[in-house]
């Protein structure tokens, strides 16, 4: 399964410590499958990790925003001084959640989701749906002078739903990005952030 084959993707954050001094290069190799398939490794992607101090060196993984869990796989590959190894395979189950932010007043016209792994940050962002609109997304609508309309004639409260992506079993910190737009007096549009008092809120994939 190759990246050819993908239009969305999420960033999944990755560190490496050195065992020793003198490694000139890590490199990680991926790729991703279904659950119980052998991955294919002629098209898996490749990024090579910025060192960061201390030995510790860190890189971002584009991995596929699909909706079934799957099976992401990568090792590493060691340039040091005098040889090249690789490590072991490591395979991780990618799942994803459901969250869901509810407007009461009817005040939004299209809600952001910004999230993170809360151990190893790498920001992504999700545009929500709002349930009860005849279309996905603001874009979809049939222009953006109606979205305001739109939105505005559907019952409250309004509920807006967007997914997180990540290994199963690790956290997830997110927060909101609220919009206001395509409001008859332009000057009444606005963009808010809500992030729990800079806490944010969890969920565990």
């Known amino acids: 399964m190759g990246a050819s084959s993908v239009t969305a993707f999420f960033g999944l954050r990755k560190n490496w410590l050195d065992p020793v001094p003198g490694i000139a290069m890590v490199q990680a190799h991926y790729t991703w499958s279904p659950r119980d398939a052998v991955p294919d490794w002629t098209e898996a ?5 910025a060192p960061e101090g201390d030995r510790l060196r860190t890189a971002v993984l584009e991995v596929p925003r699909l909706d079934s869990a799957f099976v992401l796989h990568h090792f590493f590959f060691v340039v040091g001084a005098d040889d090249r190894a690789a490590s072991p395979v490591f395979t991780e189950d990618i799942v994803s959640a459901e ?3 509810e407007d009461t007043g009817g005040d939004l016209t299209s809600v952001g ?10 920001p992504n962002y999700t545009s929500t749906a709002m349930d009860g609109l005849p279309f996905e997304t603001p874009g979809d609508a049939p222009g953006d002078g109606n979205l305001y309309e739109f939105v505005r004639a559907q ?31 332009p000057a009444g549009d606005s963009e808010s952030w809500d992030d729990n008092d800079g806490r944010g809120w969890v969920v565990e994939l």
């Open 45 to 49: 992607e490749q990024v090579v990790l």
């Open 99 to 101: 969250v869901a932010y």
């Open 113 to 122: 989701l910004v999230w993170s792994e809360v151990e190893l940050a790498a």
């Open 155 to 185: 019952p409250l409260p309004h509920t807006f739903r967007g997914r997180v992506w990540g290994v199963r079993g690790t956290r997830v910190r997110y927060g909101f990005h609220l919009i206001r737009n395509g409001r008859p007096d």
